[in-house]
């Protein structure tokens, strides 16, 4: 662990760096791929993936630095950066509010949304192996988004999401087409010790003819959480078999709470 996190601070000293005077998009766009691939290769991607199939998600603890989680939470009073506003309580997702990105995103959410792929991709191939599910993905995320858009799945589906006390987001699946990639990536941008109490990371596994699991994810100011969209194989005394999973959050308490939503497939 402190390899890995002096790894992580060499690469991202840089960042870090960078003018306090240049507005939030510059910095952000400043990011370049090959620094953030890195970023990303540093974590442990076999214990990554062990906790995967141990539990339907694995945390990347600072892959973000709080500079770069504040800076990306600035964008969202900027109405230029998304394609759409969503408020939840109008639609029954829960309450609160998220904005999804347009075309082109910012460089940093880009870049990791292409290197976190490929790192991922061979967990979802495995998994629908395991599964007996067809589908195989591509080794690098614009050959996937490609395929999206060849089947009319367009829009960009990073986003953005803000919460205020009382705000919940109920237990849903990121489905927005037939094509849907089997995992999915929440970041925290705000600080639990500072912005905001309750606001939980939670993750539901219904298991058949058994009661459903529970799994509540303590998250950290720039952590991730790497989770399942939709289903996992899961290994039974009488060979494997599907779970389905829901994600939410809890009720905040107080504070504002923003987190990054990178999801792989595109929407309809």
């Known amino acids: 662990m402190k390899a890995q996190a002096e790894a992580l601070q060499s690469i991202m000293d840089p960042l870090q760096a960078a003018s306090p005077t240049m507005d939030p998009v510059t910095k952000i766009a400043a990011a370049d791929f090959t620094s953030t691939q890195r970023r990303v290769g540093t974590y442990d991607w076999s214990t990554i993936g062990a906790d995967l199939d141990a539990t339907g998600c694995a945390v990347l603890e600072k892959l973000l630095t709080p500079h770069e989680c504040e800076d990306i939470a ?3 009073l900027h109405e230029e950066h998304f394609r759409s506003h969503i408020h939840m309580a109008r639609h029954g997702f829960g309450k609160g509010e998220y904005r999804y990105f347009k075309y082109p995103l910012p460089s940093l959410i880009g870049d990791l949304r292409a290197a976190l792929y490929s790192q991922i991709v061979t967990f979802a191939n ?9 589908a195989r993905y591509p080794k690098e995320h614009a050959d996937y988004l490609k395929r999206c858009h060849d089947a009319g799945q367009v829009r960009p589906t990073p986003l953005l999401l803000q919460y205020t006390p009382g705000d919940f ?10 094509l849907a990639f089997p995992l999915q990536v929440t970041i ?5 010790n500072r912005d905001f109490t309750g606001g939980e990371f939670v993750l539901t596994e219904q298991r058949p003819r058994m009661q459903s699991r529970v799994e509540v994810v303590s998250l950290q100011q720039g952590d991730a959480v790497v989770f399942a969209v939709h289903n996992r194989p899961v290994q039974g005394t009488k060979g494997t078999y599907r779970v389905n999973l829901r994600h939410g959050v809890s009720r905040v308490r107080s504070g504002r709470r923003h987190t990054l939503g990178i999801i792989f497939h595109d929407a309809k």
């Open 188 to 192: 925290l941008l705000s600080d639990p």
């Open 74 to 76: 600035s964008l969202y």
């Open 169 to 178: 987001n109920c237990l849903h699946q990121d489905l927005y087409g037939d």
């Open 126 to 134: 495995n998994w629908n192996d395991r599964m007996n599910i067809d």
